[in-house]
């Protein structure tokens, strides 16, 4: 399992009975979970000392419960700032655990020795668009959606990286990929963070498992002859890591390169133990 253990203001205290209790900088948050199906005593403080309670209801979705949590706030990681604030469906605008795919090719673009052009599909509030960019990568950040674009760019310039190469575009991925071919574009590396299931602006069906595959074979195009590497997270269940691999090495198999697959996960302080956190998908150069 890949962890992203080097956070210092988000943690996951304990989790228990379909929860996860985590600290986001000074704040304690309670959301649901699905992973979490045991029911282990919740022992630690936090948990009656929480500023946000996200409560799934039996019916979908949910609401959110407040003790003094502010509208927006930040944490960091590394050089990187975030601006979170609670809205629909439990979400805070970031996903902690992906910061160790972070870690991994902000490693690569910065030992590459030469400029490196990323692609980011779906790229909702800008985690991997910035670590990207901080590396010192040209960054082509797309999404769907006018709000999360903006975010991302708030993140951008609350980490000081509005002055960088990062070209905002809101669009739909796969079309922006089929136009890019069109172009003759190309991109060193592509990073991928597909929903499991949504909806087009025209109410066309996305499911992973039905369009994963067709977009890696689009993206395969926009290659650059020597890339630097490519990047898939799912957080479908049914979508085994090995299943990763193997589209991956099956698709970049003209390239010299290796694909390998993991679950990513965070440590869970309480327990010492890790919680599954969605898997990923990693190829990359030989």
């Known amino acids: 399992m890949w962890i992203a253990n080097n956070w210092k203001d988000y943690e996951v205290i304990d989790c228990s009975k379909g929860e996860k209790l985590e600290r986001w900088g000074k704040h304690i948050l ?3 979970d699905p992973q979490v199906i045991w029911d282990t005593p919740r022992t630690a403080g936090e948990w009656k000392r929480k500023n946000g309670h996200y409560h799934r209801s039996s019916k979908g979705g949910g609401e959110w419960e407040f003790f003094g949590l502010p ?3 930040q944490i960091h ?6 601006n979170l604030k609670p809205f629909s469906f439990k979400h805070t605008g970031l996903f902690p655990e992906q910061a160790v795919n972070w870690d991994w090719f902000s490693g690569k673009i910065k030992s590459a020795g030469r400029p490196v052009k990323v692609l980011n599909l779906f790229a909702y509030t800008g985690g991997a668009t910035l670590a990207a960019a901080a590396a010192g990568a040209n960054v082509t950040h797309v999404d769907a959606s006018k709000g999360m674009v903006g975010w991302a760019k708030e993140n951008a310039a609350s980490s000081g990286l509005s002055d960088k190469p990062i070209r905002w575009l809101v ?3 796969v079309k922006f990929v089929e136009r890019e071919i069109r172009r003759g ?3 060193d590396a592509v990073i991928m963070d597909p ?3 949504g909806r087009g602006p025209k109410g066309e069906v996305w499911k992973i498992e039905d369009a994963v595959y067709p977009l890696i074979k689009l ?3 926009l290659l650059s002859d020597n890339p630097l ?5 799912s957080y479908t269940t049914g979508l085994a890591p090995s299943v990763l691999t193997y589209m991956l090495s099956t698709e970049l198999k003209d390239f010299k390169g290796h694909a390998s697959s993991q679950e990513i996960g965070l440590p869970v302080t309480s327990s010492g133990l890790i919680l599954p956190c969605g898997a990923s998908g990693r190829w990359e150069t030989d």
């Open 30 to 32: 309670i959301r649901p």
């Open 71 to 73: 509208k927006q706030w």
């Open 77 to 82: 990681y590394r050089t990187l700032v975030f």
């Open 171 to 173: 669009d739909d991925c």
């Open 185 to 187: 574009n190309h991109y």
């Open 195 to 197: 929903p499991s299931y």
């Open 219 to 221: 993206c395969t195009r």
């Open 229 to 233: 590497f490519f990047l898939i997270n």
